[in-house]
């Protein structure tokens, strides 16, 4: 018999909060994290807005020697599950071996990539920290977690480009279900706000090039015009179900199903026919048993790409059929806090397990003009008191990767 999974610690660190309960009350009332770019000159940049975390003490979670030895993405990480392990109450209650961890990064530490390539053209190879390497990797925020809270599971990185936290729970989620672990660390973090990460996505035509904060991100609108880079790191605790009511957890809510395709089309552009971003919610809401027709709410990807959005409301009518999706609650919090590239699955993951716990569906903010492409329901704007039962959350990645994850409102006793 499977193990069910639960819920029972959240963290965040994002461009519009710094802890769990500040992004959720920003999300909930619309709050907008894009700004100008503070993190370098945009005099030459097609570029000019971010969503940029501001005010991140990396010491307030780890101490001045440890923090020099980490670059910006791995400080994101460690903070984001420093918060959640706190909330969860769970070191000291599962072996160390059956604690893992399933933490990624869709580019890994492209700061400290920057600075030391810099520093050997500039310097020559012997002025190359020590550190460059371990800094660099894409698996270290995962080491450092595991590090951090002796936890000797389960340990990988994940890496799908915009897939990669909501991989790394919906993973995460197998192995508890299948008893590889009793509790799991999961998600995701990225810093990629610099020069050369904005000039390469602005250059393959990604990113919006407007100036204006308000209709910058502005997820199925008829004026979306690309993503806008966002960053941080979030991180959810997985656990055994039954593990966490013995020892009478807080439950956010439980994860039931997980779908993961692949396009296995292009490096960067879906497949017309929506058809494997579709399988993936088919798998994820079959595994989670949700009835035709329940009432849902759907975090989208929603990056605000004249393609994505499309493509992904055809994914919803197809998996779906066209009346569940019209009727369905979905928003795309990324109008809010940009695109966290491989921080995105999880902090939307988050947003929907808040939402189940509260009733609260939050909106797409700064949505004005419908598409007849994207013609379903948005949550324009405002916050809806609409107390969901279920939610599913979904994510499509460079590379043709697609990840939905399926969620349940836990009930009272």
Known sequence: ?????????????????????????????????????????????????????????????????????????????????????????????????????????????????????????????????????????????????????????????????????????????RAIQNGY?????????????????????????????????????????????????????????????????????????EVCGYGNTNDAYHMTAPESSAESPAEAIRLAVAEAKIAKDTPLYINAHGTSTTLNDKTETLAFKKALGESWAKSAWISSTKSMHGHMLGATGAAEAIACVKALETGIIPPTIHYQEPDPECDLFYTPNEALKKDPEWAISTNLGFGGHNACLAFHKEKED
């Open 1 to 173: 018999m499977m193990n069910r999974v639960a819920i029972t610690g959240i963290g965040a660190i994002t461009p519009i909060g710094n802890d769990a309960p500040t992004f959720w009350d920003h999300l909930i009332h619309g709050v907008c994290g894009i700004a100008p770019i503070t993190r370098f000159d945009t005099k030459d940049s097609k570029v000019t807005l971010a969503a940029e975390v501001k005010g991140f003490d990396p010491l307030a979670y780890m101490d001045k020697r440890d923090a020099r030895k980490a670059d910006l993405y791995t400080q994101y990480a460690v903070a984001a599950a420093s918060e959640a392990m706190e909330d969860s109450k769970l070191l000291g209650t599962v072996p160390d071996n059956r604690l893992g961890v399933y933490v990624g990064s869709g580019i890994g530490g492209m700061e400290t990539f920057i600075k030391e390539c810099t520093k050997c053209k500039e310097k020559g190879p012997r002025h190359v920290s020590p550190f460059f390497i371990p800094m660099l990797i894409s698996n270290m925020a995962a080491g450092t977690i595991a590090i951090r809270f002796s936890a000797k599971g389960p340990s990988m990185c994940i890496t799908t480009a915009c897939a990669t936290s909501a991989n790394a729970i919906g993973e995460a989620y």
């Open 181 to 253: 672990a009793d509790a799991m660390i999961a998600g995701g973090s990225e810093a990629t706000i610099n020069e050369l990460a904005t000039a390469g996505f602005a250059n393959c035509m990604a990113l919006h090039t407007g100036t204006d904060p308000n209709c910058a991100s502005v997820p199925f609108d008829k004026r979306r015009s690309g993503f806008v880079m966002g960053e941080g790191g979030a991180i959810l605790i997985l656990e055994n179900y039954d593990h966490a009511k013995k020892r009478g957890a807080h439950i956010y809510a």
